[in-house]
């Protein structure tokens, strides 16, 4: 069984709204509907379970009313104290009804652009792993630096890779490599993929989508708006 764990519990602060990122409305729906309708139509997703604030799980719910499979949804978690506690929370509330072996893919409602081929390249690459990212090519120069105003080292960048959701994992696994984190390693994880490499899992990368971009600036949700309109994928609408 594929479960797809939705997030989209976070505030969106850095956009400057007054509602969060997810819930802004763009060409007539919300946000987290576009990658929401994604998980449901898609035939290899058995279930979805949604992390999200009481105070607008009524409206995410009229919203999964509309889909022909809302039967899939399995119902919300509460966010936690940081975006990897989220995750933990919903791998416990979906052990309730899954196996060690099933998969639960990770996606951000903040990513709406989420395409049916992604969904499908990420639950046929995690056969035979443990879990799959998907990744981007750095294409820029990378360094480090000691203090943050000299160049240190050179890195090499064709090692260098960029992570990007969705990401998938075997739930036995992946659950017991964030209960090892607990309590407070775990609120110093910035990705998905760092428990399960922490604890030694077997990861495979496969190609990343630049169109599935994370709404986190107002360029960011003008990008958005133009592709829904159709003016553009890379700049911005006149």
């Excluded at 879990?131 to 890195?155: E, N, R």
Aim: proline share 5%; net charge neutral.
């Amino acid at each position: 069984m594929n479960i797809a764990l939705l997030l989209s519990g976070g505030t969106g602060v850095r956009l400057g709204e007054s509602i969060p990122k997810q819930y802004l409305s763009v060409e007539g729906r919300p946000v987290i509907a576009y990658a929401m309708e994604k998980l449901f139509y898609h035939e290899n997703i058995n279930a979805v379970h949604i992390v999200a604030e009481p105070a607008w799980q009524g409206e995410i719910r009229k919203w999964i009313s509309l889909y022909d499979h809302a039967e899939k949804f399995q119902g919300f978690c509460l966010p936690g104290a940081n975006r990897q506690l989220s995750i933990l929370q919903g791998l416990e509330d979906i052990k309730g009804y899954a196996d060690n072996r099933d998969c639960i893919f990770i996606h951000d409602a903040a990513r709406p652009l989420l395409s049916e081929h992604q969904i499908t390249e990420c639950l046929k690459a995690v056969r035979g792993h443990d879990g799959v990212i998907p990744v981007l090519p750095m294409k820029d120069t990378v360094y480090t630096s000691k203090d943050g105003k000299t160049i240190s080292a050179l890195v090499k960048r064709n090692e260098v890779f960029a992570g990007q959701a969705p990401e998938v994992f075997r739930l036995g696994k992946y659950y017991e490599a964030n209960r090892r984190l607990l309590p407070d390693k775990i609120l110093q994880i910035n990705g998905s993929t760092e428990p399960a490499v922490m604890a030694g899992m077997d990861i495979a990368m496969i190609p990343g989508d630049e169109g599935n971009f994370k709404i986190t600036t107002k360029m960011d949700l003008e990008r958005f708006e133009c592709v829904v309109k159709g003016k553009s994928s890379i700049v911005l609408c006149d």
